[in-house]
């Protein structure tokens, strides 16, 4: 065999799509040259040629004709008796150029360089991931399900590349089986016993912000600025922009028309709820529009503490708060201030909606009430404890609890 196609002898090749040609052929000279110094001490004196189109392999080897007796190193000399059998026109001083056939190697150094061609070249594929999505880090991804575990899910890319996604990073609302279609940021790059981990996440703030390059052309052009992005995934987030163009009003082109541009990122989202919020440098204002849609009266400011007392009228500090304290969480992380609210100074006596309590009062206990129409404090606490029983399906020990709760915010 003196001419051989290594792309049909190392099927292995053909899965390789991370690596550039020109690298497999000077991997697969490299190989050789080992082979050939293994059987012949040197490789100086061979010349490896592969041909980039289909792999076809040469090897010359190239010795000093000497005469009879001199010859000191049969590696890179050849004495003229010998020559003469194989090339009658020989004489010494020539160069006597051989053929090296992959034959002539054995078959057991055949199969040694195989295995070390495959294992080179996986390296080589490694190496050409882990640089390929280091590069991309906080970009958008696209892959395919593949498995689903308890703590992750394993994604496939258009290439067949691995992905893994930690539950830790999915939306509590996210629910995969193989097959599905996912959308992710690229979270980090790390090796692992010389094999790539790319993690992705769909609960980073970048994640959301790639969303909005996407869906907002202003964004990705660079008229409008995110400023900032705080997030609780899957059930709110706050987002700060600015406008460099006066004439675009950057909350209005984020949202689109009838919201049509941020209705694809809160499905995508699992239903998030986004708010959208023009910066500003006046920290009073920029704390306002952070605890929307509450409405705030005052604010008191001390910059040294980074502490924010907020006044609001006593139907406005359940939704400065939020469900599950949310809102007011991340107006906090999104201003830098800790913000402490407070009912509006005098407005003590003017009753309270009832879903303030829902730190202290369980939500369904709350829905009770709201179903007999008390949706407020003083709603409640205007009927009796036998009265309370009778309407709904309460115990009364859990009634006189609630109304202990309601009757200390009028104390």
């Given at each position: 065999m003196?001419?051989?196609?290594?792309?049909?002898?190392?099927?292995?090749?053909?899965?390789?799509?991370n690596?550039?040609?020109?690298?497999?052929?000077?991997?697969?000279?490299?190989?050789?040259?080992?082979?050939l110094r293994?059987?012949?001490?040197?490789?100086?004196?061979?010349?490896?040629i592969v041909n980039?189109d289909?792999?076809d392999?040469?090897?010359?080897r190239?010795r000093?004709?000497?005469?009879?007796?001199?010859?000191e190193?049969?590696d890179?000399?050849?004495?003229?008796?010998?020559?003469?059998?194989l090339?009658?026109d020989m004489?010494v001083g020539?160069?006597y150029?051989?053929q090296?056939?992959?034959?002539?190697?054995?078959?057991?150094a055949?199969?040694?360089?195989r295995?070390?061609?495959?294992?080179?070249v996986?390296?080589l594929?490694?190496?050409?991931?882990?640089?390929?999505?280091?590069d991309?880090?906080?970009?958008?991804v696209?892959?395919?399900?593949?498995?689903?575990?308890?703590k992750?899910t394993?994604v496939?890319d258009d290439?067949g590349n691995?992905?893994?996604?930690?539950k830790?990073?999915?939306?509590?609302a996210?629910?995969?089986?193989?097959?599905?279609?996912?959308?992710?940021?690229?979270?980090?790059?790390?090796?692992?016993?010389?094999?790539p981990?790319?993690?992705?996440s769909?609960?980073?703030?970048?994640?959301?912000?790639?969303l909005?390059?996407?869906?907002?052309?202003?964004?990705?052009?660079?008229?409008?600025t995110?400023?900032?992005?705080?997030?609780?995934?899957?059930?709110?987030?706050k987002?700060a922009?600015?406008?460099?163009?006066?004439?675009i009003?950057?909350v209005?082109?984020?949202?689109?028309?009838k919201?049509?541009?941020?209705?694809?990122i809160?499905r995508?989202?699992k239903?998030?709820?986004?708010?959208?919020?023009?910066f500003?440098n006046?920290?009073?204002?920029?704390?306002?529009?952070?605890l929307?849609?509450?409405k705030i009266?005052?604010i008191?400011?001390d910059?040294?503490?980074?502490?924010?007392a907020v006044?609001?009228?006593?139907?406005q500090?359940?939704?400065?708060?939020g469900?599950?304290g949310?809102?007011?969480?991340?107006?906090?992380?999104?201003?830098?201030?800790?913000?402490?609210?407070y009912r509006?100074?005098?407005?003590?006596?003017e009753?309270?909606?009832?879903?303030?309590?829902?730190?202290?009062?369980?939500?369904?206990?709350?829905?009770?009430l709201?179903?007999?129409g008390?949706?407020?404090?003083?709603?409640v606490?205007?009927?009796?404890v036998?009265?309370?029983?009778?309407?709904t399906?309460?115990?009364?020990?859990?009634?006189?609890?609630?109304?202990s709760i309601?009757k200390?915010?009028f104390?």
């Open positions: 003196s001419n051989i196609n290594l792309i049909d002898s190392f099927q292995e090749f053909k899965d390789f799509k690596i550039d040609r020109p690298t497999v052929i000077s991997v697969l000279e490299e190989v050789f040259r080992s082979m293994k059987k012949y001490g040197t490789d100086e004196n061979c010349d490896v980039p289909n792999g392999l040469e090897i010359w190239t000093k004709v000497m005469e009879d007796g001199f010859s190193d049969d890179l000399e050849i004495e003229l008796a010998e020559v003469k059998l090339d009658p004489e020539d160069d150029i051989e090296i056939t992959l034959e002539s190697f054995g078959r057991r055949i199969l040694a360089a295995q070390t061609l495959v294992s080179k996986l390296e594929e490694k190496d050409e991931i882990f640089k390929k999505y280091k991309r880090v906080g970009e958008i696209t892959g395919e399900v593949y498995q689903v575990w308890k992750e394993l496939l290439e691995e992905l893994m996604m930690p830790t990073e999915q939306i509590p996210d629910y995969f089986k193989k097959g599905d279609t996912v959308r992710a940021v690229i979270l980090k790059v790390d090796m692992v016993n010389a094999t981990k790319i993690i992705i769909r609960i980073a703030p970048e994640f959301l912000q790639r909005f390059e996407i869906e907002v052309p202003e964004i990705f052009d660079g008229l409008i995110i400023k900032k992005i705080v997030r609780e995934p899957g059930e709110r987030a987002v922009v600015e406008s460099y163009d006066d004439r009003d950057p209005g082109a984020c949202v689109g028309m919201g049509s541009r941020i209705h694809g809160v995508e989202l239903n998030e709820n986004i708010d959208v919020i023009n500003t006046n920290v009073s204002l920029y704390i306002t529009r952070a929307s849609p509450a009266t005052s008191k400011l910059d040294e503490t980074k502490h924010a006044y609001l009228k006593p139907d500090v359940s939704l400065a708060i469900r599950g949310h809102n007011i969480k991340l107006a906090g992380k999104l201003t830098g201030y800790e913000i402490d609210v509006e100074a005098g407005e003590e006596d009753d309270v909606d009832i879903e303030e309590f829902s730190d202290e009062i369980d939500s369904w206990i709350i829905d009770e709201k179903a007999i008390c949706d407020t404090a003083k709603s606490l205007a009927l009796s036998d009265e309370l029983v009778k309407r399906d309460l115990e009364e020990e859990t009634i006189k609890e609630v109304m309601l200390s915010e104390e």
